[in-house]
DNA sequence: GAATGCTTTTGACGTAGAACAAAAAGGGAT
DNA sequence: ATCCCTTTTTGTTCTACGTCAAAAGCATTC
């Protein structure tokens, strides 16, 4: 399922979260936003399979996704959710085109916005200031997100590692199975059951 | 300790690391040299203190630092060691310029190279080319280094964490004690010593 | 509303690694 | 060599969480 929107419409929402990370010339910002792509996915929908390149950088307006590892025994592993406005990708994979080692998947219905690997590499090539705005959106969207999260797997346990995505996202236990949620804490479902009943 | 040498002998390492991330045009580049700093640190030196905003980015030559949290128990607890030929900063607190959480501390005598966070930001302004040459620099060194640590911490148990540290640095043991090497871990030493003696 | 299939809970038991304690093994200095 | 101080090892006990198994809850569909 893909649906396109007039470009009227579409550019007022990317228009402010792009704005929002770094102001650009306006200039600047009609050809960035030309390059960008209005699509809705259905629920369990991938967005990327590993082993394949990641070639879009999304942001997305509404939804819910997943990235998950598939370990050696088969066994799938959830290292991520995105709820909401969030910006997508597979860092590693989309930075060095290479196949990804992730996947990303709907776990809702969801609409985004995308720009792919190229066009933004030619973006950047192109404006200076475009530059600077990627640089801000590296250094907010993949970088603090991610040390957080080496601190939490770090220091916390798994009932402190439960309550902080809960203040993160409050309403997350109405969107993601309680499975999901116990394989992104690295827990068995049986243990946040418990951790869920207050028995631990 | 600080001691500047000539910009000649200076040039050469660090010029060599530079061109290494992204070329720059031959301008660009004395530009760029002419604001970083040699320096030499004892053992022991901390680059920085948890509480303050880490101001530089260092492109250590040789040397060994260790990353730490102290925790609320007092207890310090390794996140990540750098030996040799590596870039150190806080990333959250240097792009961010607020208080850092952790602190950075050499295990050894050090030499590096350091920018300042102000002149980083000054060259990134004023040249398009060393603000592409950033965007290389944050893709390969922050993002692709973290995001294989999560996966390690997530998915792989205290033996298999100290065997990938081992391949990584095959010499670590010579330089980082045991107990900095478990705290990184995020196991007891005792536990690291039984690891070690094949007892687990 | 019975049947079918997911998701979540509860129970019993096993185990990796923590905590605590104490012994052993290395270095430097004198 | 001897003393002192730090680092590493060994032994014992304890606990959080895993594993396996089964039951209960909740939707869909016929």
New interface residues.
């Given amino acids: 399922m893909l649906v396109r929107i007039s470009t009227n419409e579409m550019k007022e929402n990317l228009e402010d979260i792009i704005q929002s990370i770094y102001l650009l010339p306006q200039q600047v910002l009609e050809d960035v936003l030309g390059h960008f792509q209005y699509l809705e996915y259905p629920k369990n929908y991938f967005l990327l399979k590993s082993g394949k390149p990641c070639k879009h950088l999304w942001f997305m307006i509404t939804g819910a996704v997943r990235y998950f590892?598939t370990?050696d025994q088969g066994k799938e592993?959830n290292?991520w959710f995105s709820l909401d406005e969030q910006i997508l990708t597979d860092?590693?994979s989309f930075?060095?085109q290479e196949p990804a080692?992730e996947s990303i998947q709907l776990l809702e219905e969801s609409e985004m916005y995308s720009i792919e690997y190229a066009a933004l590499q030619a973006l950047?090539?192109k404006h200076?200031p475009f530059?600077?705005w990627?640089?801000k959106l590296?250094?907010?969207h993949?970088?603090?997100q991610?040390?957080?999260?080496?601190?939490d797997?770090?220091?916390l346990d798994a009932k402190e590692r439960y309550q902080k995505i809960l203040s993160k996202y409050p309403n997350i236990t109405n969107r993601v199975s309680l499975g999901n949620i116990a394989s992104y804490l690295?827990i068995t479902q049986e243990t946040l059951s418990r951790i869920r009943a207050g028995k631990l």
Avoid: W
């Fill in positions: 590892y370990n592993m290292t860092t590693t930075v060095k080692q950047l090539q200076h530059a600077l990627y640089i590296v250094e907010s993949y970088v603090s991610i040390e957080d999260r080496i601190a797997l770090q220091f690295n």
